[in-house]
């Protein structure tokens, strides 16, 4: 496999080691990682993580609400935002992280429509935890790693807190205009406590470094000429030595089908464009509810419990259009369909579009022993239950695209960790996964085979392990090393739905490998320095599978995809310094470089480059941070996209990438007792294609970059 490591790479590396500063441990702020599933510090975690706190999500809202956009500006391995409803090709360390709420998954693995990004506002969320690499701890899905969005808490006494905020574009064009207000209480009494948020944001249309309105995605979904609403409440009630929390959140984004698109020319550099039109079908939408119940004990026989049941209803409606893909002869003449144009055999096609509808149930069980009888041994056990029942039907018809799918699993694990000698942690763990798929008969669609599929029911299981080493040298430096494995499915719901995934005469859901689950292997080593004037990390991660999951984007412009199971291995490495420069500047730069492979022939060996629907460009980010005496505070901010090629197994250039640099500025005043924001994204008005765009997109999805957009906000407690 090729990979050509940066120099500016590894000068971070050697710039860990050379003058260090010893620091005091009681300076050094601990933060604990719930993700982690036992509460442990990230300095004891053998892994990357990336913890977004509120100060740092403060000053990204400044400039932009889109938290996919946030995550790749602090953690640069996650690929850039396409600025889209859709977040299919957004992936962490080049595969699909888990997203959760409080732990709750978010991602729909049985049929991923590209929409877990979008299932909360983010004024909800007060910090959001990242552990890279693909990992067991919270069950399938984490190829790439986790991503959890942690819920605000009470603040204490009674508050109240209003919101608002205005984007505006570079021509001030009155269609693009942007705006959002959120209203959010919170109080304790001497057991209770609540805090709940109500938000409003209605997007105008987008426009590009040339004043020209950015083309839209009328079928996987388009975030611009769309309003969301989001409701949060979080109740919660302290016993004498246990807590039981109650949390629900819905969430609504629908696009207002306002405009429709207009065919780019990729080979000629014209990119994707819009005209207000009104779309002939029900304009795309997100629609999720996500519950919580949890419950923590401190002390069960000198144990801590923590129980939560959790629910997640989640439905999106998908863009329409007029496909032959959807033509199904039963319809011919029926008064229920919208003709639109002829097919090649002469029949009348018609507008139709999918909707994607997943319920999820699940409980999640834990034990934490701290210093097992003396040894020194922490010890967390547990089970987690889960159950995912998900169907894509078509709106229009009726017609199931995707059968209904059952996906139950049970999962019991061990994982300790244990201080041989001072300074010295060693952890391991053991998960073992068994699932069960149940699909009843069915027949694919007309335009997908027409095919009669004999349904049934397949079990599957795999024991999953995960090794670390963490080891201080001295208080400041940190070495630490892990191997660990992830466990996930294909998109089961393309696998049924294609007809050429069955073959013989007698097609059965259990005579394809296609659905067989994906294990991937991540082994990391990485350097931790933190210091009384600086902070480093570097770490190099490779992630392996032998039979993967990859995302091919059909040829016949329907925007659909199919799923390839091949081998394929992602190398990386990730790095971060930040310096402390006097008591109120901090400077600092983030880099991500990685290169992937798939086998393409069969033959057990990787031989062609990924591309950016699986994998993310190499990247530099830049930022100052600038805290006046006076509370007023500033960020400047850089993301430079560097350019790359994709080539196949003939080492020929398939598809390449022109990379960018954008930079955003922001400034935040306190104004009474409220705080007044300034922020200005894509700063020099770069004009660009997204990376989406550039590497996988085709004529109707050849998207232009946002340009530059002015946001003024205001945040007032009370």
């Given at each position: 496999?090729?990979f050509?490591t940066?120099?500016?790479?590894?000068?971070?590396?050697?710039?860990?080691t050379?003058?260090l500063?010893?620091?005091?441990?009681?300076?050094?702020?601990?933060?604990?990682?719930?993700?982690?599933?036992?509460?442990?510090?990230?300095?004891?975690?053998?892994?990357?993580?990336?913890?977004?706190?509120?100060e740092?999500?403060?000053?990204?809202?400044?400039?932009?609400?889109?938290?996919?956009?946030?995550?790749?500006?602090?953690?640069?391995?996650?690929?850039p935002?396409?600025?889209?409803?859709?977040?299919?090709?957004?992936?962490?360390?080049?595969?699909?992280?888990?997203?959760?709420?409080?732990?709750?998954?978010?991602?729909?693995?049985?049929?991923?429509g590209g929409?877990s990004?979008?299932?909360?506002?983010?004024?909800?969320?007060?910090?959001?935890?990242?552990?890279?690499?693909?990992?067991?701890?919270?069950?399938?899905?984490?190829?790439?790693?986790?991503?959890?969005?942690?819920?605000?808490?009470?603040?204490?006494?009674?508050?109240?807190?209003?919101?608002?905020?205005?984007?505006?574009?570079n021509?001030?064009?009155?269609?693009?205009?942007?705006?959002?207000?959120?209203?959010?209480?919170?109080?304790?009494?001497?057991?209770?406590?609540?805090?709940?948020?109500?938000?409003?944001r209605?997007?105008?249309?987008?426009?590009?470094?040339?004043?020209?309105?950015?083309?839209?995605?009328?079928?996987?979904?388009?975030?611009?000429?769309?309003?969301?609403?989001d409701f949060?409440?979080?109740?919660?009630?302290?016993?004498?030595?246990?807590?039981?929390?109650l949390?629900?959140?819905?969430y609504?984004?629908?696009?207002?089908?306002?405009?429709m698109?207009?065919?780019?020319?990729?080979?000629n550099?014209i990119?994707t464009?819009?005209?207000k039109?009104?779309?002939?079908?029900?304009?795309?939408?997100?629609?999720?509810?996500?519950?919580?119940?949890?419950?923590?004990?401190?002390?069960?026989?000198?144990?801590?419990?923590?129980?939560?049941?959790?629910?997640?209803?989640?439905?999106?409606?998908?863009?329409?259009?007029?496909?032959?893909?959807?033509?199904?002869?039963?319809m011919?003449?029926?008064?229920?369909?919208?003709?639109?144009?002829?097919?090649?055999?002469?029949?009348?096609?018609y507008?139709?579009?999918?909707?994607?509808?997943?319920?999820k149930w699940?409980?999640?069980?834990?034990?934490?022993?701290?210093?097992?009888?003396d040894?020194?041994?922490?010890?967390?056990?547990?089970?987690?239950?889960?159950?995912?029942?998900?169907e894509?039907?078509?709106?229009?018809?009726?017609?199931?695209?995707?059968?209904?799918?059952?996906?139950?699993?049970?999962?019991?694990?061990?994982?300790?960790?244990?201080?041989?000698?001072?300074n010295?942690?060693?952890?391991?763990?053991?998960?073992?996964?068994?699932?069960?798929?149940?699909?009843?008969?069915?027949?694919?669609?007309?335009?997908?085979?027409?095919?009669?599929?004999?349904?049934?029911?397949?079990d599957?299981?795999?024991?999953l392990?995960?090794?670390?080493?963490?080891?201080?040298?001295?208080?400041?430096?940190?070495?630490?090393?892990?191997?660990?494995?992830?466990?996930g499915m294909?998109?089961?719901?393309?696998?049924?739905?294609?007809?050429?995934?069955?073959?013989?005469e007698?097609?059965?859901?259990?005579?394809?490998?296609?659905?067989?689950?994906?294990?991937?292997?991540?082994?990391?080593?990485?350097?931790?320095y933190?210091g009384?004037?600086?902070?480093?990390?570097?770490?190099?991660?490779?992630?392996?599978?032998?039979?993967?999951?990859?995302?091919?984007?059909?040829?016949?412009?329907?925007?659909?995809?199919?799923?390839?199971?091949?081998?394929?291995?992602i190398?990386?490495?990730?790095?971060?310094?930040t310096?402390?420069?006097?008591?109120?500047?901090?400077?600092?730069?983030?880099?991500?470089i990685?290169?992937?492979?798939?086998?393409?022939?069969?033959?057990h060996?990787?031989?062609?480059d990924?591309?950016g629907?699986?994998?993310?460009?190499n990247?530099?980010?830049?930022?100052?941070?600038?805290?006046?005496?006076?509370?007023?505070?500033?960020?400047?901010?850089?993301?430079?996209?560097?350019?790359k090629?994709f080539?196949d197994?003939?080492?020929?250039?398939?598809?390449?990438?022109?990379?960018?640099?954008?930079?955003?500025a922001?400034?935040?005043?306190?104004?009474?007792?409220g705080?007044?924001?300034?922020?200005?994204q894509?700063?020099?008005?770069?004009?660009?294609?997204?990376?989406?765009?550039?590497?996988?997109?085709?004529?109707?999805?050849?998207?232009?970059?946002?340009?530059?957009?002015?946001?003024?906000?205001?945040?007032m407690?009370?």
């Open positions: 496999m090729k050509t940066s120099l500016i790479a590894l000068s971070i590396a050697s710039a860990i050379p003058n500063v010893t620091a005091d441990e009681a300076d050094i702020e601990v933060i604990t990682v719930t993700s982690s599933r036992m509460g442990k510090p990230v300095s004891a975690l053998p892994n990357t993580v990336t913890i977004i706190d509120r740092q999500l403060e000053q990204q809202f400044r400039t932009t609400k889109d938290l996919s956009t946030i995550i790749g500006n602090l953690a640069p391995s996650f690929s935002s396409r600025q889209k409803m859709s977040n299919t090709g957004e992936t962490l360390r080049g595969r699909t992280p888990l997203i959760m709420i409080d732990g709750v998954p978010q991602s729909n693995p049985l049929r991923s929409r990004g979008q299932t909360i506002d983010p004024a909800m969320i007060e910090r959001i935890e990242i552990i890279h690499g693909a990992n067991a701890m919270h069950g399938m899905g984490a190829q790439g790693g986790i991503i959890n969005y942690i819920t605000k808490k009470p603040s204490g006494d009674s508050q109240h807190q209003v919101s608002f905020d205005v984007t505006v574009p021509n001030l064009a009155s269609d693009g205009v942007s705006f959002g207000t959120s209203y959010s209480f919170s109080g304790e009494s001497d057991r209770m406590d609540m805090i709940g948020s109500v938000s409003y209605n997007n105008g249309v987008y426009y590009d470094a040339n004043d020209q309105m950015v083309g839209i995605d009328t079928t996987q979904g388009e975030s611009m000429d769309s309003q969301s609403a949060f409440i979080k109740l919660g009630y302290d016993f004498d030595q246990s807590r039981l929390e949390m629900v959140n819905h609504n984004m629908e696009n207002n089908g306002n405009y698109a207009v065919d780019g020319d990729k080979e550099d990119p464009g819009a005209i039109q009104d779309q002939p079908w029900e304009a795309a939408n997100n629609q999720v509810t996500t519950t919580s119940l949890t419950y923590t004990h401190e002390d069960i026989g000198g144990q801590q419990l923590h129980l939560q049941f959790f629910n997640q209803n989640f439905e999106a409606v998908y863009g329409g259009g007029c496909w032959s893909d959807f033509y199904d002869p039963g011919e003449g029926s008064d229920q369909v919208t003709v639109c144009d002829s097919g090649d055999n002469g029949e009348s096609l507008y139709e579009q999918s909707r994607n509808k997943s319920m699940g409980m999640k069980a834990s034990m934490i022993a701290n210093n097992v009888a040894s020194g041994i922490n010890l967390a056990y547990g089970i987690d239950i889960f159950r995912d029942t998900t894509q039907d078509m709106v229009v018809s009726g017609i199931s695209w995707v059968p209904e799918s059952i996906y139950d699993n049970i999962a019991p694990y061990v994982q300790l960790d244990y201080d041989p000698i001072d010295l942690t060693l952890s391991g763990g053991v998960r073992y996964e068994y699932a069960k798929l149940k699909v009843d008969d069915y027949k694919t669609m007309y335009g997908y085979g027409d095919k009669e599929i004999q349904g049934g029911t397949l599957f299981n795999e024991t392990v995960n090794l670390g080493l963490s080891y201080k040298i001295i208080p400041s430096v940190r070495l630490y090393t892990s191997f660990s494995q992830g466990f294909p998109d089961i719901g393309r696998v049924l739905r294609d007809g050429d995934s069955f073959q013989g007698n097609p059965s859901i259990e005579d394809t490998l296609a659905l067989t689950p994906i294990v991937t292997d991540n082994l990391e080593f990485g350097a931790d933190q009384e004037y600086f902070s480093a990390k570097i770490a190099f991660y490779r992630s392996s599978t032998d039979y993967g999951s990859r995302m091919v984007e059909k040829e016949d412009g329907s925007g659909a995809f199919v799923v390839k199971r091949e081998k394929s291995v190398e990386g490495i990730e790095s971060n310094i310096a402390y420069i006097g008591d109120n500047d901090d400077v600092g730069v983030n880099i991500a990685q290169d992937g492979e798939y086998d393409s022939n069969g033959d060996s990787v031989d062609t990924l591309d629907a699986n994998i993310s460009p990247r530099i980010n830049l930022f100052w941070t600038h805290n006046f005496d006076n509370d007023i505070s500033t960020r400047v901010q850089a993301n430079f996209f560097m350019d090629d080539k197994a003939n080492d020929e250039i398939y598809s390449s990438f022109d990379g960018y640099t954008t930079v955003d922001s400034v935040a005043i306190p104004v009474y007792n705080s007044l924001s300034i922020g200005i894509n700063l020099f008005n770069e004009d660009y294609y997204t990376y989406y765009s550039q590497t996988v997109g085709k004529d109707n999805r050849y998207f232009k970059g946002m340009g530059r957009t002015a946001t003024i906000g205001f945040t407690p009370f």
